[in-house]
């Protein structure tokens, strides 16, 4: 998608080679580069350099590939492949590799197959690219919050009791793809009462029961880019504790959007909206940083953590998600998304945030 300002980072080498292996070992960056929307291209390649890009596939793969506009190059079999890689690296003295997603099965056959090359990693150079969104992300990612936004509203209308936390999951998926998300961008979080205490709940049957916290983590990928909600309702009339709890996360959530802006510290975001929760009686409770980036990646660079010193800029993404979890009795939490701006972010997640008591 903008492949030439890696090479503002990358400065030590003029040629980048990124390897995709199978499912479990795709590199993200190669559709962040060719900004191809479908195919899975195992075993294909980009050969990157700051004025051309490249791509190996197969013929499984060509159709898709041809429709970026840009260089395809057809490999039959693995030694086909193979030369075409020699090839396109002849001039290149110095290849740069992104280590981050590379496996050692795949270095170690590069070693193989072109040993008069130095490796050099540009996984530092990818990341920094990566997190700066273009103009074209940025619309993804607007497009993808959207759709969780309004499929979150949609859903909430439809809390029965005795329902399953699977249920509920597998509705939010059917308005997301009806709205227009290709997939979930991960496996959405549904936890009913009690089992809202673990942030990264897995849903399972547990069934719904009246005035009890629903906590929902959900997102949608649009043209791979991803958005990350969650939203904790009550199902029938909130308890004075429950309306505690969450007010409390809100007043932290709010705390730390009102210091987001261009050049503040990542940090200092995340320690606005602890101190909330650590000046009032749930002091320690909040077990996470507040957020992340979003990207292709759910989880994107970079982090809103008191463990890391880092400016934000503007045109990144980033997620705040404070949350309260009380281990055997439930949880809240509320995230939502939002772009880095010079003189302050804008809110691209747009369901509701006051507490909605559903019957
Ligand atoms: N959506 C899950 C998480 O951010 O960890
Ligand atoms: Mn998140």
Not at 131 to 147: D, G, V
Not at 328 to 336: S, T
Request: some cysteine.
């Amino acid at each position: 998608m903008s492949f030439n300002n890696i090479f503002d980072y990358a400065r030590e080498t003029d040629a980048i080679l990124i390897l995709q292996g199978n499912e479990n070992s795709v590199d993200k960056t190669f559709f962040y580069l060719t900004g191809v929307d479908g195919g899975l291209f195992e075993g294909s390649a980009l050969i990157v350099k700051p004025d051309e890009i490249k791509i190996i596939t197969s013929t499984l793969e060509e159709e898709t590939a041809r429709k970026t506009g840009l260089e395809v190059m057809i490999a039959n079999g693995k030694s086909d492949f193979e030369r075409i890689i020699k090839d396109g690296l002849k001039s290149s003295n110095v290849v740069g590799l992104n280590y981050s997603s590379l496996t050692m099965e795949h270095y170690r056959e590069l070693m193989r197959m072109i040993p008069d090359k130095e490796f050099i990693d540009v996984s530092g150079s990818i990341m920094e690219s990566r997190r700066m969104k273009s103009p074209e992300e940025l619309q993804r990612i607007r497009e993808a919050a959207r759709i969780g936004s309004e499929a979150f509203e949609n859903v909430s209308h439809k809390l029965k009791e005795g329902m399953t936390e699977s249920e509920l999951s597998s509705l939010i998926a059917y308005e997301m793809m009806k709205l227009g998300a290709s997939e979930p961008s991960f496996s959405t979080i549904v936890a009913f009462g009690e089992n809202a205490s673990m942030p990264h709940y897995s849903p399972g049957n547990r069934k719904l029961k009246k005035n009890e916290f629903v906590l929902i983590d959900f997102g949608a990928r649009y043209r791979r880019y991803c958005s990350d909600i969650t939203r904790t309702v009550v199902f029938g009339r909130a308890n004075d504790e429950q309306r505690e709890m969450y007010n409390i996360v809100l007043k932290a959530q709010a705390e730390g959007m009102k210091k987001i802006r261009e050049n503040v510290n990542g940090k200092d975001v995340d320690l606005a909206a602890r101190k909330v929760i650590d000046d009032s009686k749930y002091k320690g409770r909040f077990i996470h940083s507040l957020g992340h980036g979003l990207g292709m990646d759910v989880h994107d660079h970079p982090a809103l953590s008191a463990n890391l010193d880092f400016p934000l800029k503007e045109n990144m993404v980033v997620t705040v998600e404070p949350g309260i979890y009380l281990p055997k009795v439930g949880g809240v939490r509320i995230e939502d998304d939002v772009i880095v701006k010079k003189d302050g972010y804008e809110l691209i997640s747009t369901a509701p945030r006051e507490l909605l008591e559903i019957s």
